[in-house]
């Protein structure tokens, strides 16, 4: 199967380079611009596959409002996944700063994140809880759709971290890792499934 991921458009948040994970903030200007973007890009990409598309999103309202306007556009009749597995990491207690507020608020945590990523300490997720519930995501809508022989692509609207955490694994690294690649606003990244880790 095909996968096909695309981040939403911008926030405010992001915009202001805010962390931003769980919550549940708004595409600003910017982002809708995007959308109407990222749409038409996709329609040229995936048109020619006639309907043989299953959209997934994350549950969060800026990939909701992408995973709505690209069912519209290229006219997908079967119901949009709304999973929770597609969410951005959690950032716990540093949700809504930016990296300059967190060294000033947690200095010892800002420290040990930037010496080892994967050990998170701000009540939110790490590395690999993110990654295992990504992962699972996928596997638990491909298990269900694998037999369905019209389905040939999964095209699935999600955050940054998420993009980059999926290119680290199929390039053979671990979550860790995923900081070494980037997921611009409407990125798409595409990839077989299922891969050899």
Known sequence: MRVVMVRH???DWNLHRKYLGHTDVPLNQKGYFETAEICENLLSDLAPLNGNILIASSD?????????RVQERLHVKTDI???KSFREID????????????QDKYPKQAALFLKQPNQLLFNGEN???FSDRIV???QNIYNDVKDIHNINTLLIITHGGVIRVLKSLIHKGTPSDYWQYSANH???FCFEYPYVS
């Open 81 to 83: 996944i709304v999973n």
């Open 127 to 129: 590395l690999e809880q």
């Open 186 to 188: 409407g990125e798409v």
């Open 136 to 138: 699972n995501g996928i």
């Open 91 to 102: 950032f716990g207690d540093w949700e809504g700063l930016t990296f300059d507020e967190i």
């Open 9 to 11: 458009g911008e926030t």
């Open 60 to 68: 969060l309202q800026r990939c909701l409002y992408l995973a709505k």
